[in-house]
C-alpha cells in the first residue's frame, strides 16, 4: 500500500482544512488508518484513526473540533479540521495497517505498517 497525504496549508485561528490521504491497492477497505502529527521539535503523537469498519477514535486534544471519514470507492480517508488552533501546527502523516484492530495499537504510530509522506499544517493565531 502505498499513501499519499495532501490538502496541508496556512490557515488563520479558527478556520477550517481538510486533509486527504490517497492509497493505492484494491484490499485498501481492509485498512485502519490513522492520522499522526509531528509539531516542531515535538514527537509523533496520535490524531485519529478510523477501522477497516469505520469505527473512529480521537485524541482527546482534537476531538470535537476533527473527523476522521473514509470513502473505500476513492481509496480516499479524511480527516476535517475544524477551529484549528496554533497549537495544531504540524506535519500531518496518514498511516496504514491491517493487522490489528485493537484500539490500544490503533493509537501508536509504531504500530502501523504504510505511512504517506507527510503534510504541513501551519495554524497562524
Known amino acids: 500500500v502505498q499513501l499519499q497525504a495532501s490538502g496541508g496549508g496556512l490557515v488563520q485561528a479558527g478556520g477550517s482544512l481538510r486533509l486527504s490521504c490517497a492509497a493505492s491497492?484494491?484490499?485498501?477497505?481492509?485498512?485502519?488508518v490513522g492520522w499522526f502529527r509531528q509539531a516542531p521539535g515535538k514527537g509523533r503523537e496520535f490524531a485519529a484513526v478510523i477501522t477497516s469498519g469505520g469505527t473512529t477514535n480521537y485524541a482527546n486534544s482534537v476531538k470535537g473540533r476533527f473527523t476522521i471519514s473514509r470513502a473505500n470507492a476513492k481509496n480516499t480517508v479524511y480527516l476535517q479540521m475544524n477551529s484549528l488552533k496554533p497549537d495544531d501546527t504540524a506535519v500531518y502523516y496518514c498511516a496504514a495497517m491491517i493487522r490489528s484492530s485493537i484500539l490500544s495499537d490503533l493509537r501508536v504510530g509504531d504500530t502501523y505498517d504504510y505511512w504517506g509522506q507527510g503534510t504541513l499544517v501551519t495554524v497562524s493565531s
Open positions: 491497492g484494491r484490499t485498501f477497505s481492509r485498512y485502519a
